[in-house]
């Protein structure tokens, strides 16, 4: 199975509505990258761990991740350690456009996958989601016809 490991303020950086949302809120848009992720992994067999910088504020609720804060430490630390602990580094994926963390994940045989592309990757498919339901909810043909008395 694998385990993706999130540099979570990088890959805020590179989601525009988030970003700003941080400049206001940093609990907000942790909890809102945390939703995304949630929803882009929801039916997908893999595990997760978002690391973000600093202490923990209010709880933030996961279904499908992990997170972790890296308290006195840089979260490029949290993230190294990890990757150095785990027994199986193929299995790891990063996401990062930190060039010195993915030099260090890439040194150590996990894939990297810039925060950059996986952003565009998992805000596409959330959108694609989002219309799939809309499309599914109008399937309905008898709706429709009593919506506009077509019976």
């Known amino acids: ?7 979570g ?18 609990q907000a848009s942790r909890q809102k990258l945390v939703h995304l992720v949630d929803r882009y992994f929801l039916d997908k067999k893999t595990n997760v ?18 997170i972790v804060y890296s308290e006195n430490k840089s979260a490029d630390d949290r993230i190294k350690n990890q990757i150095s ?9 990063v996401v990062t456009s930190d060039s010195n963390l993915a030099q260090f ?3 150590c045989s996990c894939t990297i996958i810039s925060s950059d592309s996986f952003a565009a990757d998992m805000t596409d498919q959330n ?15 008898d709706e429709f016809k009593k919506l506009f008395g077509a019976d």
């Open 1 to 7: 199975m694998l385990t993706y490991i999130i540099d």
């Open 9 to 26: 303020n990088n890959l805020i950086g590179k989601i525009p509505s988030l970003m700003s949302l941080q400049r206001k809120d940093k």
């Open 49 to 66: 761990t978002i690391h973000f910088d600093g202490h923990p504020g209010i709880s933030i609720n996961s279904i499908k991740s992990k």
């Open 85 to 93: 602990i785990s027994k199986s580094h193929k299995t790891l994926v």
């Open 105 to 107: 994940a890439k040194v």
């Open 127 to 141: 959108k694609n989601k989002s219309e799939q339901a809309i499309i599914d909810s109008m399937n309905n043909i």
